[in-house]
């Protein structure tokens, strides 16, 4: 999973004058994953609901919350890099995210005793604990101004698209992860309030709607997909309804809804039949991981890796345009040379749209540390690299099939070169900050945030190019 960072909350300026005289104003600093940053907006919304001001800075900020991530040891240091430099520059500070539940080689919570002076620390999707330290440490003003926060919320990704947890927690067990003993078992959002929050954000003008959740095909088994209501209607609490009724709404607005973390549960087949009738992207973000039998089992994953062939073949069967993007783990603890070239056999066999792979990263508590056979460093880089070459020659390969065509782009912004403007837009293949873009020019207007028509004219590795059709 990609780690992102999202930060309201850089190096100081100076102290404002009057201080006293402006509301308390807190600084924010987000890392990790989508769901981590929905829990920040959460909290952010919540902090301006309550009348605080959220300071551009580290001096106009009474105090900093940091939302951290604790998945990996990059992310790990980044988190606590992130912390030690708001301490340094402001000197109260609020920890919250996974960071915040993991513990030390004695037992005791890692946050503290790296940072020990550190206002307050809580775990992942705590923002009722944040706020009661927020009101501890910063009383909230006395005459909050609700009327200024967005029925949406307070969003800090760029306006026209948004990320939505319909879940939070995991029933699965992997060997090589933590995030149940920090985030807990499956717990399902009740479909109204996603369908809810949902309608708000794309009324509030958001083109595209990436819905999140660590097993989104899992939504409702913690309920037993009990009947929910949705604007007075009875809806089972299922991903096949749900995904139905997203799909409604966004027709609706005119805007996009993108699948993520996607397990390949056999319902997934009427979620792939709902695609080709155009109410959902024909997106599938599914975390295969590897593809030998073997190496699954080690990593206690779901499925195989000839079921997974037969799944994909069905999909494209069904909607011919459908991108699958994956993540897989080269150089798990064990993992022979010969099952790596299974997996790279897998690759080319599958010719998967999008993909990325991660070196194994052992992680301080995850039960693939005591397994066999640990891999050098190098070696596990390697295998990385060998996956990545091949993979880019598969990319290139699957986006030429789009040279010449006319497709969707919605408009991200653009980039100046020496040369002139070009701008920035991804089609239906292509979530934000994990995948591809098109990079376009044309003479007509450029509506940021909306939807264009672009003729492609070429394409790379990763990448389209083209020209928007006036």
Not at 145 to 160: C, M, N, S
Not at 337 to 354: S, T
Not at 397 to 409: A, K, N, P, Q, S
Not at 462 to 467: A, I, N, R, V
């Amino acid at each position: 999973m990609p780690t992102t960072r999202s930060s309201s909350t850089r190096r100081p300026r100076a102290k404002r004058s009057s201080r006293e005289a402006l509301p308390p104003s807190v600084g924010f600093v987000s890392l990790g994953c989508p769901k981590a940053l929905v829990d920040s907006e959460r909290i952010v919304t919540q902090l301006r609901a309550e009348g605080y001001l959220i300071a551009p800075n580290y001096g106009d900020s009474d105090l900093v919350i940091v939302n951290t991530c604790g998945f990996i040891d990059d992310a790990v240091a980044e988190s606590l890099d992130a912390i030690g430099e708001a301490l340094a520059e402001n000197g109260k500070v609020i920890v919250t995210g996974c960071l915040g539940a993991r513990s030390g080689a004695d037992g005791a919570n890692l946050v503290t005793q790296v940072h020990p002076k550190v206002l307050a620390v809580t775990g992942p999707h705590a923002a009722d604990e944040v706020m009661a330290h927020v009101h501890a440490h910063l009383p909230k003003p006395h005459d909050p101004f609700t009327d200024l926060v967005p029925d949406a919320g307070i969003k800090l990704t760029p306006r026209h698209y948004a990320y939505l947890k319909i879940s939070e927690g995991c029933n699965h067990r992997c060997s090589f992860c933590i995030i149940p003993s920090m985030r807990g078992d499956l717990v399902s959002r009740p479909i109204g309030d996603v369908v809810r929050e949902a309608g708000a954000l794309l009324a509030g003008g958001v083109k595209e709607l990436l819905v999140i959740s660590q097993d989104t095909s899992a939504y409702g088994v913690d309920q037993k997909y009990r009947t929910g209501f949705v604007d007075g209607r009875p809806v089972r609490t299922r991903m096949l309804e749900l995904v139905r009724e997203l799909g409604a709404l966004a027709a609706t607005h005119d805007a996009w809804v993108r699948l993520h973390y996607v397990y390949p549960y056999p319902h997934v087949d009427e979620v792939v039949a709902l695609m080709g009738q155009g109410g959902i992207l024909p997106y599938l973000d599914v975390p295969f991981q590897h593809a030998h039998p073997r190496i699954l089992k080690l990593m206690k994953r779901p499925a195989s890796g000839e079921k997974n062939i037969e799944r994909i073949r069905a999909w494209r069967a069904a909607v011919p345009d459908v991108t699958v993007r994956s993540t897989f783990i080269a150089g798990f603890p064990g993992e022979t040379e010969a099952e790596f070239e299974y997996l790279l056999d897998f690759l080319r066999e599958a010719e998967l749209d999008r993909v990325g792979c991660f070196a194994y990263s052992p992680v301080e508590g995850a039960g693939a540390n005591q397994l066999p056979g640990a891999l050098p460093d190098e070696v596990r880089e390697e295998r990385r690299s060998r996956f990545m070459q091949l993979q880019a020659g598969i990319s290139a390969r699957r986006l030429r099939r789009f040279v010449g065509r006319d497709m969707r782009v919605l408009v991200d912004g653009v980039e100046q070169h020496d040369t002139g403007a070009v701008a920035l837009g991804r089609t239906a293949m292509d979530a934000p900050e994990i995948d591809g873009v098109v990079r376009f020019t044309g003479s007509g207007r450029l509506p940021i945030g909306g939807f264009v028509r672009v003729r492609i004219t070429g394409s790379d590795e990763h990448d389209l190019q083209g020209e928007m059709i006036e």
